[in-house]
């Protein structure tokens, strides 16, 4: 993907040192424009290794309207580890008088969730490095860590409960599937709840394929409900359009994270592309991005810099076996076939 790879360039040249959120700086270019035509390939990046089956768990996710990341852990999918609401925090005391009580809790709650299942070694490193700083399973701070920064066992002991509190709130899949629908946490049920924005286009394709008018949007437009989202969407809306008879799709994004996040965002819209032109009939047709707070975060640089100097491979194909409706498909039904890779490279993720 050469546009993918002139975007890094095009950032590494002409972007500007912003501040963000995250508290890490970001070399930032305002706004560009992604396009694939899907007969070339399925635009998964070749110039480092990706993780394909966590794209593909994710969309089912999202396809479902689920909010619960146990799900995707239990796929052994890790993407959303580090998120959740800030009402799932409210429960735990960060304050020097409340951390201690707070360590008890998270480190029941630990024993508990994981019981049964794999503790990923991302996870059992946000529990050492609590446990370091209390003693008797939380009862007191460790005596090496009174006269220190309380701000660094504040911080860590909120990492690990954002970690094992499970409720993202009503992110991407909850507005494509019950639009407008009150939340009341993962587990309620939400059958026809709201506006089923993604069956819409779906019925539209099938009865009315020249509508220009097949939207689905997840930015919520109250404020006070997109606060209660883990994270607020980034690609926040997707059009489809037929032209003749092929099947069209662009999505747009607000905030673009070019090493880490846009790999995924570029692979997951065009397995939504496929599954969409399974189910009404269409062939794929062409793949558009359109990014705005486009960025390389500086501890990224290094990796950018590797990534360009390798020479892009042939792009793979993907198969989906046994399909009856998008909304019915796993991801375990669609296979990647002859993808070929540069080795994977780390980039530590901005929170």
């Known amino acids: 993907m050469r546009q993918y790879i002139d975007i890094i360039k095009k950032i590494l040249s002409d972007g500007i040192r912003k501040e963000n959120r995250t508290g890490t700086d970001a070399i930032t270019i305002g706004g560009c424009c992604l396009e694939h035509d899907m007969s070339e390939g399925f635009p998964l990046l070749t110039t480092k290794k990706m993780y394909f089956r966590g794209t593909a768990s994710e969309l089912e996710f999202f396809i ?13 999918n890790h993407i959303w580890d580090d998120w959740c609401t800030s009402k799932a925090l409210e429960k735990y005391d960060f304050s ?7 360590a008890k809790k998270l480190f029941a709650k630990f024993d ?18 609590v446990k370091e700083q209390f003693e008797e399973k939380g009862g007191t701070l460790h005596p090496k860590y009174e006269q220190s920064s309380f701000g660094d066992v504040r911080e860590k002991t909120r990492k690990l409960a954002q970690h094992l509190e499970e ?3 009503p992110i991407y899949g909850f507005q494509w599937r019950h639009g407008d629908a009150e939340y009341n946490g993962y587990d309620h049920d939400y059958t026809n709840k709201g506006v089923d924005q993604l069956e819409n286009i779906v019925q539209m394709l099938k009865k009315n394929p020249q509508d220009r008018r097949m939207i689905v949007d997840a930015w919520v437009k109250d404020p006070k409900v997109r ?12 059009q489809v359009t037929t032209v003749g008879d092929k099947l069209d799709l662009a999505w747009n994004q607000r905030s673009v994270d070019v090493l880490l996040g846009l790999p995924f965002n570029i692979a997951s819209y065009a397995l939504l592309l ?8 269409f062939k794929e047709g062409k793949l558009t991005g359109f990014l705005m707070d486009t960025h390389i ?11 360009i100097g390798r020479t892009p491979k042939r792009l793979p194909t993907i198969e989906t076996t046994d399909f009856k409706s998008i909304f019915d498909w796993s991801y375990k039904q669609t296979k ?12 530590e993720i901005a929170i």
């Open 64 to 76: 479902k309207g689920m909010t619960t990341k146990r799900w995707l852990q239990d796929q052994d």
């Open 96 to 102: 020097e008088t409340g951390i201690c009580e707070t």
């Open 112 to 129: 508990t969730q994981y019981a049964d299942r794999k503790v990923i070694p991302r996870l059992q490193s946000k529990l050492d490095a």
């Open 167 to 169: 409720d993202l709130g």
């Open 227 to 238: 606060d209660t989202m883990a994270l607020p969407p980034c690609h926040y809306s997707f």
């Open 274 to 281: 496929h599954l969409l032109a399974k189910e009404s009939g």
């Open 297 to 307: 975060y500086v501890n990224h640089i290094d990796g950018a810099k590797e990534q």
């Open 336 to 347: 990647l076939v002859g993808y070929e890779s540069h080795p994977k490279i780390e980039f």
